[in-house]
Structures are given as C-alpha cells and as structure tokens.
Antibody, heavy 126, light 106 residues
Framework: QVQLVQSGAEVKKPGASVKVSCKASGYTFTNYGINWVRQAPGQGLEWMGW????????NYAQFLQGRVTLTTDTSTSTTYMELRSLRSDDTAVYYCARATAIRISGVVTYTPPDFWGQGTLVTVSS | DIQMTQSPSTLSASVGDRVTITCRAS??????LAWYQQKAGRAPKLLIY???TLESGVPSRFSGSGSGTDFTLTISSLQPDDFATYYC????????FGQGTKVEIK
C-alpha cells in the first residue's frame, strides 16, 4: 500500500535550519511528484513547493523563495525539505503529499494529492 | 498572484441541515479547483476535484459546482462526521488554498 512516512518532530532556534524527510513506499517513486504543505497552529494550509523526482525539477512558493530547498534521493525513495533562517512564524506542521503531474495550457502543475504523510511538527523557539 | 477567498469563515449548523460554502478566485481558474475536509490533527482529505468530480469513496451528500471564479461546496444533509474544517484549493498553476471554513455544531 502507498505510504509516505515523515521524520519526527523538531525543535529549532531562530536562525537555524531544519531538514524534514518523507520516505515513500508502495509505488514507483519517479512516477509521481511530492508537494509540501504546511499548517501553523490553528491556521490554514499553505503550499510550499513541489519536486518532480523523475528529473529533480522544483517549483517554490514565492513567499519562501531563497529559504527552502526540496531534494530527492531516488535510491531510497525519499524526499527532503530543508528550510533555512527559521523564524518563530515557521512553527507549523509540515506535510508531504503525493500528486500526479499534469499540463494545463502547456504549464506543468500537480493534481490534488491522493496520499499524505503524517505530518512533522517543527517548533521554532528561543 | 491568484487569491482564494472562502466564506463564511465559520458556519454553525445542525445535523440534517443543507450547508453551502463558497470559494472565490481573484481571477479565472476554469474548473481547476478542489475541496478538502480536515479534522484536528489529521492531514486533509480530498473530497472533490475539477470543481465537481467526487473523489472515490466520498459520500454523495457532498457536491461541488462552479467554474471561472465562483465555486460552491454543498453538503446536502449534514452528518455528525461532517463537523470539520473545509478548504478550497486551486491547482491550475501552482497551489493556493482558501483560508478555510469551520463547520461547527449549532
């Protein structure tokens, strides 16, 4: 069965970096993309970016430009999300989610995800 | 940048009520819209995609409509399991979520 298993909770100080992993199983890893979505406590969902494991292509949300990097290791079917220069408002649950690439008017995007990781709580506090 | 605006932010309803949530895009997204249900401490669950297509396994009391900039999610007869927060999401280029609508017990 399809599973996305994320790494455990993290506590970081402001200015530090965090790297969250998302290990996929139960499907051909390179046939789907991985999106990352975060949710601050009591707040809504916020898309962070995606990566296409097949070729490593990435697309990041504008508000995170320069602070986030998505990578994959196809040998272990694992995707990584690294967020740098952490601030208190980065405190959130971070989710990875599997989705299918499609083209709309020639632009690559992803369908709504069909499987999600369990979420990883990242707490940023001094 | 396309913004997604949901209304209302909170909705109080009773079991058996017909419930409607609206989502407006700041510019046309055709039918590239999805709806999710989320319960506390859980990942979102996909209900509807392509504005009106019911995800497999989702009860038929959920329905979606709209295209362009105006969309609705309707629950025809609210059930106890439906008290949750609902989000719309556009996915025509990258993803943007609405701010959410909490459906609470009246």
């Amino acid at each position: 069965q399809v599973q996305l298993v994320q790494s455990g909770a993290e506590v970081k100080k402001p200015g530090a970096s965090v790297k969250v992993s998302c290990k996929a199983s139960g499907y051909t890893f390179t046939n789907y993309g991985i999106n990352w979505v975060r949710q601050a406590p009591g707040q809504g969902l916020e898309w962070m970016g995606w990566i296409t494991p097949y070729n490593g292509d990435t697309n990041y949300a504008q508000f995170l430009q320069g602070r986030v990097t998505l990578t994959t290791d196809t040998s272990t079917s694992t995707t990584y999300m690294e967020l740098r220069s952490l601030r208190s408002d980065d405190t959130a649950v971070y989710y990875c989610a599997r989705a299918t690439a499609i083209r709309i008017s020639g632009v690559v995007t992803y369908t709504p995800p069909d499987f999600w990781g369990q979420g990883t709580l990242v707490t940023v506090s001094s | 940048d396309i913004q997604m605006t949901q209304s209302p932010s909170t909705l109080s309803a009773s079991v058996g009520d017909r419930v409607t949530i609206t989502c407006r895009a700041s510019q046309s997204i055709s039918s590239w819209l999805a709806w999710y249900q989320q319960k506390a401490g859980r990942a979102p669950k996909l209900l509807i995609y392509k504005a009106s297509t019911l995800e497999s396994g989702v009860p038929s009391r959920f329905s979606g409509s709209g295209s362009g900039t105006d969309f609705t999610l309707t629950i025809s007869s609210l059930q106890p399991d439906d008290f949750a927060t609902y989000y719309c999401q556009r996915y025509n280029t990258y993803w943007t979520f609405g701010q959410g609508t909490k459906v609470e017990i009246k």
